[in-house]
DNA sequence: TGCTCCGTTGAGCCTAACTCAACGAAGATG
DNA sequence: CATCTTCGTTGAGTTAGGCTCAACGGAGCA
């Protein structure tokens, strides 16, 4: 029943990577795990063949016969599957998926994230297209739509929300010092009306004229006018975090308020299963979840 | 500072028997786990690539052609590192250790495990050499030595329990009926004459004389008398769990009395980091915690 | 003699991968 | 044509392999 007696192939990978180095710094440094790690791996490997892979020193590793002949057949199998999986996306050319996204949601959380997208997903390619006008996103022109929408189900329709939607003001930083809500002009974009009165009513906030002030077509440009120092305007958390981080705006009160809505990616309940969709799916929420624990235009400049 | 992009090389060996079999179930069964393990594994690949590998079928898989691909490069790939460790262990001959074992420990526990030692590590061979008189056990003769010994440190040595020594009485199952302890043969071994007074006293239970009886030259003798109806023999629990089991002997008495004593592998100190030894340790220390799961006498009968 | 670099290791944690059990779909059987 | 069997999937829960962190020891270097 047995066909092929393999030892435990995560400890092959280390012991390839540091026979190659030369190193198990340098092997750790490539697999991005710690050194204490490739180190048990191989200890573990030897173990389980029976045989010293490497002779140690200080000055570094120096293999055995029995190591040279295992890292020249680990490395040459490595190789060829990393070879297959080239090919492969060859006779499977990349799949790409026609994505329809909420303008502000896609310039200030998508596209940071992007790259990452394309590293970990090389055979998905996203065609992404955007409206700051939610009844645009609805049609089936899109294999999958990202969107405000709260929690119901729909039928018919796969709904994964991605972001929760949470209102915070923000201010230009210069005005920070002194601020006053009575003084204050309310910015506010044209699509989201209520966002104002509701902010304040939640946060206790009591002003002369809640629907007072300027009116934008989008959020984001109130966004851009509050940066500028033109008044306060009301953004979405997890979208201006980076703008906050750089010193763009800074927010001039610390409550934030929910809601029941959530950017959220929606798609034909059928497609459910293809590989392609749950890639984007398991994507998208990876990169939800790290949310806030590291920001990606922190950590790729 | 990515030299290679690999998937799970777990997922990907599951795929390759998959896609070998055109059979999950089948390649759940050479991979020794269960389907739904597989079925996951290639899920997880499939995600992972962002392509389908399979179509499904109840009759069996199809694999569509990026599938194909991946089947040839890993089969391949997969191959070459079964074949590079074939190889390696000509350029790394059989390492031959020298065990010293005490001679019912060897007969009852070694030899019925050998075979999963000789499976599990091609590269080790044993070399076994056993003995009654625990004198013989002790010099440098060995690289390593299965004795009787305490949890005490010896200077120079490592030392790892093994199986506890644990005495219990057992008769021949005819026996077993009106069984009565004042008209009891007990069966003695000369190197253990104080196992009796011993155990009779721990149990509680009072005999005319305990010292009475005839006396073998060791345990497996006495065990073997008694499994003929001679009379009651103390035996150690974890050697007799087989004996128990095929009816040949059974238990008058439910208490097992413990020692600090256990079956213990030695061996010098300085070799402890040598792959051979640590493959052997880890290999007898698996097989002493299974002890009682699974007996494998009952399994590979 | 002290510094630095590198690999190892003890302790503890985390999550990928597994098991178990239940389920639905597609032949096979009578 | 109902029933049974086989096979793959999946929800829930568990486990252990693999990882990190931090501390340590030895070898080369200043």
Redesign the pocket.
Known sequence: MTYRRLP?L??LR?FEAAARHR????AAGE??????????????LEEEVGTAL?T??????VLTPAGEALLAASKEGLDRIAAGLVAMRQAAPPRRLRIGAYTLFASRWLIPRWNRLRESHPGLELDLQTSADPLELLPGAFDAVIAVADARPRLGLFSLPLVPIETMPVISPALLPGFDWHRATLLHSRQRPDDWPRWLAAAGIEVPDPTRGPRFESIALALDAAAEGLGVALAIRALVGADIAAGRVAAPHPFIRSTTRSFTLLHDAERK?DPAFAALRAWLATEAAREGIDDPRQTHP
């Open positions: 435990s995560v400890a280390n190193s198990v710094t340098r697999l991005h795990v710690t050194p204490g790690a490739v180190s048990r791996g191989v200890r573990a490497f140690r020193s200080a000055a570094g590793l299963a």
